[in-house]
């Protein structure tokens, strides 16, 4: 929650817990907050400091434990340690863009400031006064960049979360260069989805055009990303790249640039827009047919009316209702995939996940952080029933506080990331990925809120209709088909194998697996 909460305002996300397994529950939000850059400061508590490391209960030295998650890490010795102590943490957080870590003895939280004060240490000597640092890249560098640009015959750009408060300069940037913006995930957000602009996603839950216009450049423009699958990218030394990042270190991380703007991408881009020669011609209308093409795609498999119901529907009836002013918030696993390709981000909304460690049970506190920081939006959370299962316990938390959240739950009894992930890169047959068939609705009623089923594709957006401008918090239990596969947009020879292996290893269900997908991809591999 406090990650999400420094994702969704920019603000420092703030969390507390107690000494041992308190502190230890912390790690893998505070990992999500590291690997995506949210300034977050955690408070822990530490046993009585003349007891530690003398095998008392719960002594757990977290300052030891968290020096790997964080980028200010410090245990407090004193009250009179505490100011300074804390107003370099919050600075460190908000500097970095990560995670400072404080954790304080339990004799030392009742302690005064000004006992056993030094006299280098006069109390308020320090101040957690926000300081602002706007860097802009040397004027040499921007010109640098943009006869790289203006020499460029197609240009692609790749916007990642560094880049959603710059909608408008990378349309603008769009424009001149004649330029498809293709997003990574945490950039979904960066510029809305009907743009004529954008052709949405890349990687593996990523858009064909958006495949397309990557492996047709010749010019790449990075803004605000450190996308980390490299196999999506050109090979290094095969196209020019030019990359803007606020964080010199991550200059040339994924590909090899040939100018590195260090700086904010606002700042940088409405410096270098000048320096921008119009083009006429480019990758931009190429791939605005190919977006059109995979919108009627996608169209057709949200509309699809085979029994189960396909996930793709439930995304797609979302995708139509979901307010312009929503936050949504996707869960990892399968249903990032329908997240990412059916609900589309529009000019307003606020979309999020868990990046770089997609880990599990991350929907439903973002959720909530984001109905906390914005109680007069309503909130979207996309979840798989993995996912929720994980923190079932946060439905009391909904319900309790009457946020207004909508929670959609994609139930399939299985983990179906781990369930294709066996079959599509490994070539075995499944294996251990079941679900128990819980019934959510009945859980979510008894946690205290509504909750609804839909489970027939022709209802289904009849049914969302009639709760989604419904006040305070509603579950939604989608039941669709466990054998629809989240393929990438492009499928590999090497995939299609491993798919095919996995089916003649013995793979349980494969027949249904090939007769669920006659008419997807996955015909073309069996």
């Avoid at 909460?5 to 703030?14: P, R, S």
Wanted: charged content about 20%; overall charge negative; hydrophobic content about 40%.
């Amino acid at each position: 929650m406090a990650c999400a909460y420094a994702k969704f305002t920019g603000k420092l996300g703030v969390c507390i817990a107690t000494s041992g397994p308190g502190g230890i529950h912390l790690l893998n939000g505070l990992y999500d907050a590291k690997m995506d850059h949210a300034p977050v400061l955690a408070i822990t508590g530490l046993q009585h400091s003349d007891l530690i490391g003398t095998f008392t209960q719960q002594d757990v030295a977290l300052d030891k434990l968290f020096m790997d998650v964080a980028v200010y890490n410090e245990r407090i010795m004193s009250g009179a340690h505490m100011e300074s102590v804390t107003d370099l943490a919050i600075r460190t957080a908000l500097a970095s863009r990560g995670v400072a870590h404080i954790t304080i003895p339990v004799d030392v939280q009742v302690q005064e400031i000004k006992k056993g004060q030094s006299e280098r240490n006069p109390v308020h000597h320090t101040s957690a006064v926000p300081a602002y640092f706007d860097q802009l890249p040397a004027r040499i560098e921007l010109e640098h960049a943009a006869d790289i640009l203006n020499r460029g015959k197609k240009i692609a750009i790749l916007a990642g979360q560094g880049a959603l408060h710059v909608t408008q300069e990378l349309e603008e940037l769009a424009a001149t260069l004649g330029a498809p913006i293709v997003k990574a995930l945490l950039g979904k957000a960066a510029v809305p989805d009907d743009s004529p602009y954008t052709t949405g996603g890349i990687g593996l839950l990523g858009t064909e055009p958006s495949q397309d216009a990557i492996e047709a450049c010749d010019a790449l423009l990075m803004v605000g990303t450190s996308f980390p699958y490299i196999e999506f990218l050109p090979e290094p030394g095969s196209i020019k790249c030019v990359q803007i990042d606020i964080d010199p270190q991550r200059i040339s991380l994924r590909h090899p640039a040939d100018v590195g703007l260090v700086g904010d991408a606002k700042n940088t881009l409405r410096a270098l827009l000048p320096l921008l020669e119009k083009h006429e011609n480019g990758l931009l209308e190429k791939a605005q047919k190919g977006k059109a093409e995979w919108q009627k795609l996608m169209e057709e498999r949200g509309t699809r009316t085979d029994k189960p119901m396909k996930p793709q529907v439930v995304g797609w009836e979302l995708g139509k209702r979901i307010p312009s002013n929503a936050i949504v918030t996707s869960d990892s696993g399968t249903i990032t995939t329908w997240w990412a390709r059916y609900v589309p981000a529009l000019r307003g909304q606020k979309h999020s996940c868990s990046g770089n460690l997609a880990t599990m049970a991350c929907g439903l506190p973002y959720a909530i952080a984001a109905a906390v920081a914005y109680p007069d939006r309503p909130v979207y959370c996309i979840i798989g029933d993995g996912g929720l299962s994980m923190l079932l316990g946060e439905l009391i938390t909904v319900a309790a506080y009457k946020l207004n959240i909508k929670i959609i739950v994609i139930k399939n009894n299985t983990l179906g990331q781990i369930k294709w992930e066996q079959m599509v890169f490994l070539g075995n047959p499944e294996y251990a990925y079941d679900l128990y068939p819980a019934d959510f609705v009945t859980i979510a009623r008894g946690a205290g809120m509504d909750a609804i089923q839909v489970e027939d594709q022709a209802t289904c957006g009849s049914q969302l209709e009639s709760v989604m401008g419904r006040p305070g918090p509603v579950l939604i239990e989608a039941v669709v088909d466990e054998f629809t596969p989240p393929m990438p947009a492009k499928i590999k020879a090497g995939q299609a194998l491993k798919l095919a292996e996995s089916l003649v290893r013995g793979e349980p269900n494969r027949m249904k697996i090939v007769l669920t997908n006659a008419h997807d991809k996955v015909r073309e591999l069996v």
